[in-house]
């Protein structure tokens, strides 16, 4: 479930309820005030009791979560859009909004979602950078998220160019256990190994070859027999391995062979892997 946490505050608020007379006998003061900022998780017990007090059946708390959900889907659109424009003042507009309401919430995922759009500006922008602060703060509320929605998943895969080697494999032997051990929703185990993917891709761009190898070793138990897109970006991978390793030419046959294919599935994409395939042959 997406910030729980959150949404419950909202609708506390709402309802007149203090978090004082909202906790009593059933849990602690100052652990429902983390449940809402999204840092700690409750038992189911301790949840229905509380969704309980609010008036409200489960149902009806879990519809408005979705609803509040949205809010964020949106967000990442907004996001999105403006970095294929490369519209670096947009993205500097919702990154202070961001930061603004995490000053005056002091919600979690907000100052997440600051830092994850200070990530996505400096990739666009080389003059910006991020504080070292920032980047262990997302590290920290990544590793610590007991189970991994949509939402950190999302914050993962938009943030992965600003991170150290050692931070990066960090966080993908992390998202390796959590596939192994199922501690991830199923429909985001796509788009997990899209992330270890394009790891790989970020490892291969700074000269890590046996990294980039061994980073890419650990998707094949989960590369079903229908996922044609990822098993395509794995060939393509493959290939700029191939050439790491000093087989140029074998390599660069078999990377523009991939992006054949590719142009099949989507003309643009197969124009950013040939842009990446002319890039990694330049830094040899």
Known sequence: MDHLGSTFRILRKERGYTLKTMSQDIISYSYLSKFEKDESDISMYNFIQLIE???????????????HTRKYQDLF????????KNDYLELQRYMQEEKFLYEETGIIYRRCNSIMIAAIIQDIHKDFSISQSDVDFLVDYIMKCSFW????????????????????LILMNEVHKRLNEYKVSHKNTRDLIRIIQNACIVLLRKQKIKEAHDLLLSTEPYLKFDYYFEKTRKLFIDALLLIGEGKR????????QTI??????????AQDYQKELRNF???L
Do not use: C, P, Q, W
């Open 77 to 84: 659109y907004k996001i999105s859009t403006a970095y294929g």
């Open 260 to 269: 054949e294919v590719m142009k099949v599935m989507d003309m643009n994409l």
């Open 281 to 283: 042959l330049k830094r």
């Open 53 to 67: 007090r609010l008036n409200m059946t489960t149902d009806e708390f879990l519809f408005y979560n979705n609803i």
């Open 149 to 168: 929605t949509t939402y950190e998943v999302s914050l993962l895969g938009n943030t992965l160019t600003f991170f150290t080697e050692d931070s990066l």
């Open 249 to 256: 030419t074998e390599g660069t046959k078999k990377a523009e």
